[in-house]
């Protein structure tokens, strides 16, 4: 899938969500309800859409307090889409639904095809197979603090992505806490602090040739 890509993590108390942008004004990040987060991947139009949708489920008596589960599925309810003019199968949009509650953290990612997969830490949008794997390969031994997660994420979308403030939207969702979008001065410290690792580990790298 050729969207923007998101990079999805569950830390020890949070889950954070590093979203890259093609724009500087592009949405990629809300929150439902103060206590669900939702990220998408692909065609932003039919994305707000549906998106709006579950914003208007969530608040309803029907919708009140769902699990990110319920809201995943929502997203990809193929009834709402035909209701709504959707295109319905293969989508136009991945979405990851994450929470932080009493019952622990939980994020879920959909694809194009209407799976739903219940992960500790994934990608989609653009080479999201490549960057799953670095997620794969380096989760165990992360730092996963919010600090960390925050900074696990960052590190890992800007495997392929431009490491500019402007273009990158971090979510953190975390129990009794506020739904908060990092501000950019602090993503841009993020970025400044893993540039300046990276040409460490760079000259250290030459050093040992």
């Known amino acids: 899938m050729a969207g923007n890509l998101l990079v999805g993590i569950i830390g020890n108390n949070c889950v954070v969500i590093a979203a890259e942008k093609f724009y500087e004004n592009q949405n990629t990040i809300c929150s439902l309800d103060g206590k669900i987060t939702v990220a998408w991947s692909g065609y932003s139009a039919d994305s707000m859409m549906i998106v709006d949708k579950a914003k208007m489920y969530t608040n309803t008596v029907h919708g009140l307090n769902s699990p990110a589960n319920r809201v995943a599925e929502f997203l990809i309810d193929p009834e ?13 949009e991945s979405f990851m639904v994450a929470s932080s509650d009493n019952n622990g953290q939980n994020l879920y990612v959909t694809d194009t095809y209407g799976t739903i997969s219940h992960v500790l830490a994934s990608a989609v949008g653009r080479k999201s197979d490549l960057i799953t794997n670095v997620l794969v ?3 165990s031994t992360a730092n996963k603090s919010i600090l960390g997660t925050i900074e696990f994420a960052l590190k890992t979308l800007c495997v392929i992505s431009e490491p500019d403030a402007k273009l990158i939207d971090v979510s953190v969702t975390a129990f009794n806490r506020p739904f908060e979008i990092v501000d950019s001065s602090i993503v841009n410290q993020f970025l400044s602090k893993i540039e300046f690792s990276r040409i460490v580990n760079d000259a250290v790298k030459i050093d040992d040739v």
């Open 80 to 92: 709402i889409r035909v209701l709504n003019n959707l295109p319905t199968l293969p989508y136009t």
């Open 137 to 139: 390969e380096n989760y």
